[in-house]
């Protein structure tokens, strides 16, 4: 008689964790099934919580977006603090990005530091800053301001570029454009010599 009344209870208890468990396997299932929406990212996403609430900064933050024509943008840093009374604005160091120009050609920038406008979409990046393409163009500057939604990226200062073939010198330097129609303006006394090796 225990035999069976133990024997009912096992039975019963099946009945209420089976189903209980096919629940949860398929609630597993949409859930990493779900195609993240870029439009929900949320700039510097990787955040350690504990790390934000004992010093006040991110380690290694990561922004990531998409321009106006779909071309995806990411900055990358080493560290980002907020800017007292600018909620808004973040503070970077060792700043390193990675643009699509095309589907062939990328552009890789790297500053010492940097502040993103979240609410603007800005980035003004300054000291040593370096855009380099995969193509083979090389620029310095001391400061860049990069839009975040549409691709324009300005130098109100002296920049220098080295290339194949050429090396140009320029007081400031102005990039827009879309995918496969990048225009570069260059001003302000432009010096170049260019030097064609065929």
Request: proline residues 5%; without cysteine; charged residues 20%.
């Amino acid at each position: 008689m225990a035999a069976s009344n133990a024997y009912s209870r096992f039975v019963a208890w099946v009945k209420v964790i089976l189903p209980l468990l096919a629940l949860a396997l398929l609630s597993t299932l949409f859930l990493f099934s779900r195609t993240p929406d870029p439009n929900r990212a949320i700039p510097f996403a990787n955040v350690d919580v504990e790390e934000l609430a004992r010093e006040q900064s991110l380690g290694r933050p990561r922004f990531a977006g998409t321009l106006s024509d779909g071309r995806e943008v990411i900055f990358t840093a080493d560290r980002a603090t907020p800017v007292a009374d600018q909620p808004d604005h973040i503070a970077a160091t060792d700043i390193e990005a990675r643009v699509d120009l095309s589907a062939e050609a990328i552009l890789l920038i790297v500053a010492e530091t940097g502040l993103f406008n979240l609410a603007a979409q800005m980035a003004d990046l300054s000291r040593s800053v370096g855009l380099t393409t995969s193509t083979g163009y090389r620029l310095s500057t001391e400061m860049l301001q990069f839009n975040l939604t549409e691709f324009m990226a300005e130098s109100p200062g002296a920049v220098s570029v080295t290339g194949p073939d050429l090396t140009l010198e320029a007081g400031s330097m102005r990039v827009t454009g879309t995918e496969g129609n990048n225009l570069v303006v260059f001003n302000g006394g432009v010096r170049m010599l260019y030097d064609p090796q065929n």
